[in-house]
């Protein structure tokens, strides 16, 4: 599997150096720093405190992106005397995001409902941060807000603290996801800045005083101590040229993907990278998940790829053995226990949806429509797949495995075949029975165009990690190791619960050439699971349609998008 590093990863990686020693710094703090007396069982005792009273942070001057600084200023909440825990979640689409308090005294737990309207999305806490930075004459020169995602980038304050964090790594931001899960343990802190890769700070070099607060709204419902660290800020210039390099100690993190989709198989694609005329790496655009999925320091120190994959480790499944298949194919009669947990496939409608001239291997001059499109899994159990090889063969024949709720494998039947895809950007097994795509007319009964492909399958997306067994944290979240090389006599492949797998379809053969399409109303099938091969628990929730218009006239094609009942996300 190939992928190429885009620029953006570059200032990412130079960005998370500064993360992590942020988090060494909170996590160096004295036993018992900032604990709380007197606090009421089972209460989260929140404190906005600064890692260091003072960072260097670097402005990027990237050609063809604009200028700036990604203002982190290495503050974080710090939780004593009980966990932070919220649980969000939306019953349908067309309905709100809802947002719960859990609280946890011993064996009791009891909830606390957040405000309506507080929380728009999955993505976070929105306007929780506020700062203030001020020039060396006392100036105001910026004034933002910024989300807090309880998930990301946290680490122990004090040695006594649970020694691994058992919540999520991020805050998912599919729009179509459904459940979500946010949480710091008690004694860990959890970074509250927001870094907006698309709006960097517009500040010029130079020396700067930042001042943060945690916003009143969220001090009263939480109980936060109005407490406003100062942090002294250094800026300095960065640049880049139209090469792949970018100074000294920079990773690009691209080669291990971000947690979140694919797009050819390495599709977890940027639209700033295609939109500026480069490859769309994110939901997979090169194997390569989109970024947000997992916190930013995590993907930025290159932590994003298989976080447990390897001697020793698994995938992460509570039911299911390690990413490794097994020795050899399954002999002895096939079946499947009649009551034997499975997975649900589930299809969420199609997004980041555009008219583009193709990708490397397109036909030059034409129209396509791109998008993506998800595949998740809603449990009780995971989707796991085995592949086998006979010498000599070019596909692999397929398995799927069934366990207890102890992990005992108690059946497998055959399902299907996985071929190896030699494309650049692909490069590694794909199972072809899992999902496909078409175009529809207006009255959805007749197929203008497919999108039938094969799929490496990975976690990348937490679309609902409120179901039954829902595993917060998946190991198989990119490609890197999951599906194989051109020599390998087997592979296996995990939907973990609760977890989906996108695909953007900006990769050759993927997206709909609507080249010679009349104008109007057309309808983007997913479908997971098109031949029902793969044992499932409902077979009725597999098809999921997004309308699209099309215009323009060829070489100029536009798509408009309407919304999807309350997702108004093209």
Known sequence: MTSQPDRRNLKRAAFAAGAALAVVAVA????????????????????LIAASKSVTLDRWDWEGEPPGVYLDLGTYIQVENAPLELKVTRKSYSTPVVAQQILRDGTKVTTKALPAGLVQDFSGLPGFLEVSVTD???KEVVATKGNFCPNNASGRVRPDAPATSHYPESCPTNPFTLGSVWGVEKGWAANSSTVDYDKPVDLPAGEYTAKVAVAKKYRDLFGIPDERPTVKV?????TGGGGEGGGAGLRSSAAHGQHSGHGGDSAHGEHAAHASGGHHYGPRGADAPTP????????DRGLAHHLGDGAGHTDGSRVAPALKPNAKAPTGRASVPANVPKPDLRSLPAWDIAVTDGEDGDVAGKDYLAFSANVWNAGPAPLVVDGFRSPGEDLMDAYQYFYDADGKQVGYTPTGTMEWDPRIGHEHWHFTDFASYRLLSEDRSKEVRSGKEAF???NTDAVDYTVKNANWHPFNTDLSTACGQQNSISVREVLDVGSGDTYTQYRPGQSFDITDLANGTYYIEVLANPANRLQETNLKNNVSLRKVVLGGTPGARTVSVPPYELINTP
């Open 28 to 47: 160096g703090a004295a036993p018992g720093a900032g604990a709380a007396p007197q606090a009421k069982p089972g209460v989260p005792q929140l404190k």
């Open 136 to 138: 060396a004459a006392g």
């Open 234 to 238: 250094t800026v300095r210039q960065q």
């Open 292 to 299: 947000p999925a997992l916190s930013h320091a995590m993907e």
């Open 456 to 458: 490496c399958l990975a």
